[in-house]
């Protein structure tokens, strides 16, 4: 196989609701952090291809390939062929019920790979190198006889069980393998933290457990009442979402990775192993637009859980069990991928205030409950708390959507999710599902904040709604003004905003750059601004060129629907952590709104 580097966009992801891996599309799984998405990497290839460490299987010399996930599942399958023959590589972490785990011999965290020859015959090189704590430890492998290879640091256990004979090779281990059409090997690596480790068999074990992670995958993505356009991509992104989300507490995370460059060679690389609060109300939407009830519960109970302890301030990031993530630091030991350094660990947007949090929270509940479900006291005093904390707040200056790390202004997004966050707790009040606020003082601020974005962030010269109060920077979040239902998408003033959007951020068909600082930085075009347009022109009535950006957006997802948080215009690589959740949740939430303008649209 060739040696050259993947591109972002040549990996996959697998996972199982509290971790996942990034696999190649030659086989290598060069990114997995256990026990939790934020852990330190056991495999960090795509940060350091030296010292990360990976755990590849690919055939000898060079090789056609192609992949696929398994038909509405988080299963992927890579295909190898060349001409003496063809093998199927199976990749996965195993899921099920937790009723059906009681009756097996199932690990806390698992990774399976199986390999089977489909025709003819091919040699293999299995090739394992962990790494563990973003590749500071190179970890002694012991020969645990019938149970596998082992690796014992502190009270963690990981255990390799393979099919065939692997040899020590450096400080890794390694097999050469000849499989004949027919046959097939297994690998199971696990990992065990708090309890006794689980030595999983393999073998038939292996096929059964493959097809329960088949059937539990299939009966989640059965639960969509998705019937639109695009359903494929659709259910793909829901099954990202699904891949993000930490089953113990109903977070979502932005991203699995950290510090994949948002500029190659740069300085602009994050970690997004967290769950950002900015992403709340996109999040309910798209669950409950597709019919995944019980997912959007789990979240907005997450969601009250974790802002409880810091009420009425809320942070714009926490950790999957509602706690603040680790202060930011650089490991220098890392050269970053395509050497983009440095790589971060751990995020100081934890430290600005971003006031559109509060808009975000509020509409995440309201579209939750609905207008006829009833509040519980301590949503109540939540929303009481908001409430207040608007009136009070919504006129200081914050770091805004984008997190700028700069000097503090007032983002007309900002605004916007203020006055969001007073108009759904009016609206509730007025549902009597809220009780106890100032309806007065609510309404005179919300009458405030609207004269205010109306007046001072609109730029009668330029006509559009601009990035900031007396501002005239274009940012590509003003198309949100619709989105929230503070301006229908077909006044004059959005359709003028939307055209010095299209004029000045939009680089090539599909790509949208956030705002025009962004674009001055040479930074890639940012993916769900794409979806916003799109979003947008279904919301104005235009459907044939929302569904020109939709599916011009569509283009620049990899060979198995997987986006990124950036695109690079010139080239079209993918460009910052991969996969992205804000992205997809874009993509859904455009989809739901072409298919509902479609049905309103009039027939002729």
Same mark, same amino acid.
């Given at each position: 196989?060739?040696?050259?580097?993947?591109?972002?966009?040549?990996?996959?992801?697998?996972?199982?609701?509290?971790?996942?891996?990034?696999?190649?599309?030659?086989?290598? +799984?060069?990114?997995?952090?256990?026990?939790?998405?934020?852990?330190?990497?056991?495999?960090?290839?795509?940060?350091? !291809?030296?010292?990360?460490?990976?755990?590849?299987?690919?055939? #000898?010399?060079?090789?056609?390939?192609?992949?696929?996930?398994?038909?509405?599942?988080?299963?992927?399958?890579?295909? @190898?062929?060349?001409?003496?023959?063809?093998?199927?590589?199976?990749?996965?972490?195993?899921?099920?019920?937790?009723?059906?785990?009681?009756?097996?011999?199932?690990?806390?965290?698992?990774?399976?790979?199986?390999?089977?020859?489909?025709?003819?015959?091919?040699?293999?090189? %299995?090739?394992? =190198?962990?790494?563990?704590?973003?590749?500071?430890?190179? &970890? *002694?492998?012991?020969?645990?006889?019938?149970?596998?290879?082992?690796?014992?640091?502190?009270?963690?256990?990981?255990?390799?069980?393979?099919?065939?004979?692997?040899?020590?090779?450096?400080?890794?281990?390694?097999?050469?393998?000849?499989?004949?059409?027919?046959?097939?090997?297994?690998?199971?690596?696990?990992? !065990?933290?708090?309890?006794?480790?689980?030595?999983?068999? $393999?073998?038939?074990?292996?096929?059964? *457990?493959? =097809?329960?992670?088949?059937?539990? #995958?299939?009966?989640?993505?059965?639960?969509? =009442?998705?019937? /639109? &356009?695009?359903?494929?991509?659709?259910?793909?992104?829901? $099954?990202?979402?699904?891949?993000?989300?930490?089953?113990? !507490?109903?977070?979502?995370?932005?991203?699995?990775?950290?510090?994949?460059?948002?500029?190659?060679?740069?300085?602009?690389?994050?970690?997004?192993? @967290?769950?950002?609060?900015?992403?709340?109300?996109?999040? %309910?939407?798209? $669950?409950?637009?597709?019919?995944?009830?019980?997912?959007?519960?789990?979240?907005?109970?997450? $969601?009250?859980?974790?802002?409880?302890?810091?009420?009425?301030?809320?942070?714009?990031?926490?950790?999957?069990?509602?706690?603040?993530?680790?202060?930011?630091?650089?490991?220098?030991?890392?050269?970053?991928?395509? =050497?983009?350094? &440095?790589?971060? +660990?751990?995020?100081?947007?934890?430290?600005?205030?971003?006031?559109?949090?509060?808009?975000?929270?509020?509409?995440?509940?309201?579209?939750? +409950?609905?207008?006829?479900?009833?509040?519980?006291?301590?949503?109540?005093?939540?929303?009481?708390?908001?409430?207040?904390?608007?009136?009070?707040?919504?006129?200081?200056?914050?770091?805004?959507?984008?997190?700028?790390?700069?000097?503090?202004?007032?983002?007309?997004?900002?605004?916007?999710?203020?006055? %969001?966050?007073?108009?759904?707790?009016? *609206?509730?009040?007025?549902?009597?599902?809220?009780?106890?606020?100032?309806?007065?003082?609510?309404?005179?601020?919300?009458?405030?904040?609207?004269?205010? +974005?109306?007046?001072?962030?609109?730029?009668?010269?330029?006509?559009?709604?601009?990035?900031?109060?007396?501002?005239?920077?274009?940012?590509?979040?003003?198309?949100?003004?619709?989105?929230?239902?503070?301006?229908?998408?077909?006044?004059?003033?959005?359709?003028?905003?939307?055209?010095?959007?299209?004029?000045?951020?939009?680089?090539?068909?599909?790509?949208?750059?956030?705002?025009?600082?962004?674009?001055?930085?040479?930074?890639?075009? @940012?993916?769900?601004?794409?979806?916003?347009?799109?979003?947008?022109?279904?919301?104005? /009535?235009?459907?044939?060129?929302?569904?020109?950006?939709?599916?011009?957006?569509?283009?620049?997802?990899?060979?198995?629907?997987?986006?990124?948080?950036?695109?690079?215009?010139?080239?079209?690589?993918?460009?910052?952590?991969?996969?992205?959740?804000?992205?997809?949740?874009?993509?859904?939430?455009?989809?739901?709104?072409?298919?509902?303008?479609?049905?309103?649209?009039?027939?002729?």
């Amino acid at each position: 196989m060739t040696t050259k580097a993947p591109k972002i966009q040549d990996y996959a992801l697998i996972g199982d609701g509290r971790s996942a891996a990034l696999i190649s599309n030659r086989g290598s +799984i060069d990114w997995l952090c256990w026990p939790r998405f934020d852990s330190a990497s056991i495999f960090g290839a795509i940060l350091d !291809s030296k010292i990360g460490g990976r755990w590849s299987i690919c055939p #000898w010399g060079d090789a056609q390939f192609s992949r696929r996930y398994l038909d509405k599942t988080n299963v992927l399958e890579t295909t @190898f062929s060349k001409e003496s023959g063809e093998i199927a590589l199976t990749d996965f972490m195993p899921v099920t019920s937790e009723e059906k785990k009681r009756s097996f011999l199932w690990p806390e965290h698992e990774l399976v790979r199986q390999i089977k020859c489909t025709q003819g015959e091919i040699e293999l090189i %299995v090739d394992f =190198n962990p790494r563990l704590d973003y590749g500071r430890v190179t &970890p *002694k492998i012991k020969d645990a006889g019938k149970l596998g290879w082992r690796i014992d640091i502190g009270t963690d256990v990981f255990t390799l069980r393979s099919q065939i004979e692997l040899v020590r090779r450096g400080d890794g281990l390694a097999a050469n393998v000849t499989l004949k059409a027919g046959e097939k090997v297994g690998f199971s690596l696990s990992h !065990s933290a708090e309890g006794p480790a689980v030595i999983p068999p $393999l073998g038939e074990s292996v096929t059964e *457990k493959l =097809n329960l992670t088949i059937d539990w #995958w299939r009966s989640w993505a059965a639960q969509s =009442n998705y019937r /639109g &356009p695009y359903e494929r991509q659709v259910n793909r992104s829901a $099954l990202v979402l699904k891949l993000l989300s930490y089953a113990p !507490s109903g977070a979502i995370v932005a991203a699995p990775t950290t510090s994949l460059p948002e500029r190659i060679g740069g300085d602009l690389n994050w970690d997004y192993r @967290f769950a950002w609060l900015r992403d709340a109300a996109f999040t %309910v939407h798209a $669950l409950f637009g597709l019919g995944y009830k019980d997912d959007a519960e789990a979240f907005v109970a997450w $969601l009250l859980h974790a802002t409880r302890l810091t009420r009425p301030e809320l942070r714009v990031v926490y950790d999957v069990f509602g706690e603040r993530p680790p202060s930011e630091h650089a490991l220098s030991r890392l050269h970053g991928y395509a =050497n983009s350094r &440095p790589v971060r +660990i751990g995020n100081a947007a934890s430290e600005q205030l971003q006031l559109d949090l509060y808009g975000e929270v509020v509409d995440a509940v309201s579209h939750f +409950i609905g207008e006829t479900e009833k509040l519980d006291r301590d949503v109540q005093k939540m929303l009481r708390q908001c409430a207040e904390y608007v009136c009070e707040h919504w006129r200081e200056a914050d770091d805004g959507i984008w997190e700028v790390r700069d000097e503090r202004r007032h983002y007309t997004h900002s605004w916007l999710m203020c006055w %969001v966050a007073l108009d759904r707790i009016l *609206k509730m009040q007025a549902r009597r599902q809220l009780h106890g606020i100032s309806v007065g003082k609510c309404e005179s601020e919300r009458k405030r904040i609207r004269e205010e +974005i109306e007046t001072h962030c609109w730029n009668p010269e330029l006509e559009v709604y601009t990035q900031a109060c007396g501002s005239n920077v274009i940012d590509a979040s003003a198309l949100l003004l619709a989105y929230h239902g503070f301006e229908e998408a077909s006044s004059q003033r959005m359709q003028k905003t939307r055209q010095r959007i299209r004029d000045r951020l939009v680089p090539r068909p599909g790509l949208v750059h956030r705002n025009e600082q962004s674009k001055d930085r040479h930074e890639g075009a @940012f993916a769900v601004c794409s979806f916003w347009e799109a979003d947008f022109l279904a919301l104005s /009535g235009n459907l044939s060129e929302a569904a020109e950006v939709f599916e011009a957006a569509l283009g620049y997802a990899n060979d198995v629907d997987l986006l990124a948080e950036e695109i690079d215009p010139e080239s079209g690589d993918a460009l910052g952590n991969f996969p992205q959740g804000f992205t997809h949740l874009g993509l859904i939430n455009a989809a739901l709104s072409l298919r509902d303008s479609e049905k309103q649209a009039p027939e002729f």
